[in-house]
């Protein structure tokens, strides 16, 4: 497509279920990213995939996010046991991974847990 | 110390005036450089990225000091539609994340 696509463009959900956040990237862009964004907030790193590399997860909060990138394309962000403080927009990105090329952004999930 | 700092603003100038954000990043292998702005609940988008020799597109202008390992962005003429929070973006290598700067938050007033 022309631009990262995210879905669902909004999600509210009750404490304590799972969700599933996906992102399909540009397409022939490698690398891909997940952020997060709590109002008024500045964006938090969760986790980048590169190619076949093993994705950087350094900024997962818990072990109850994860995320995969299935044959290099779509990517998955799932929470389980959604707490109230996972409350944010959740934004993906994907760039060609060029020095010179910067991300590009996909609109983001608004994840609200009631 | 955080590894990209930005001034804190807000920054609130009438129509017309010029203005200039500051950012700073702590990592001095950083290859790239980009600024991003971002509207009131929507997803930053690429404003432009910033060249050792610096470049100009319109009435922005981005500046790099690799020895003060700094960064600048200069609007000219500011619109009301430049009403934004601007983010500095670096970047340390290939495989490596971009870090965002938490934002400096223009409003341009009538």
């Known amino acids: 497509g022309a631009g990262v696509s995210q879905s669902p463009s909004n999600k509210v959900t009750e404490k304590g279920k799972d969700v599933e956040l996906r992102c399909d990237p540009i397409?022939?862009?490698?690398?891909l990213y997940w952020y997060r964004q709590s109002l008024g907030q500045g964006l938090e790193f969760l986790i980048y995939?590169?190619?076949?590399?093993?994705?950087?997860k350094s900024g997962l909060p818990s072990d109850r996010f994860s995320a995969e990138r299935t044959g290099g394309s779509v990517s998955t962000l799932t929470i389980q046991r959604t707490q109230q403080e996972d409350s944010a927009v959740y934004l993906c990105?994907?760039?060609?991974?060029?020095?010179?090329?910067?991300?590009?952004f996909g609109s983001g999930t608004r994840l609200t847990v009631v | 110390r955080k590894e990209v700092e930005q001034d804190p603003g807000p920054f609130n100038v009438p129509e017309g005036a010029t203005v200039a954000f500051n950012c700073t990043y702590s990592?001095?292998?950083?290859?790239?450089f980009f600024w991003y702005r971002q509207d009131c609940r929507k997803e930053p988008k690429l404003l432009m990225s910033?060249?050792?020799s610096g470049n100009e597109d319109g009435r922005f202008t981005a500046q790099l000091n690799r020895a003060s390992q700094y960064i600048s962005l200069l609007i000219r003429d500011s619109k009301l539609s430049d009403s934004a929070t601007y983010l500095c973006?670096?970047?340390?290598?290939?495989?490596?994340?971009?870090?965002f700067g938490p934002g400096t938050r223009l409003s341009v007033l009538p």
């Open positions: 990105a994907s760039s060609l991974d060029s020095l010179t090329y910067g991300y590009t």
């Open positions: 397409s022939g862009h490698t690398a």
């Open positions: 995939f590169q190619g076949n590399s093993a994705p950087d």
């Open positions: 990592n001095s292998a950083s290859q790239s």
């Open positions: 910033v060249y050792s």
């Open positions: 973006v670096v970047r340390g290598n290939y495989g490596q994340n971009f870090v």
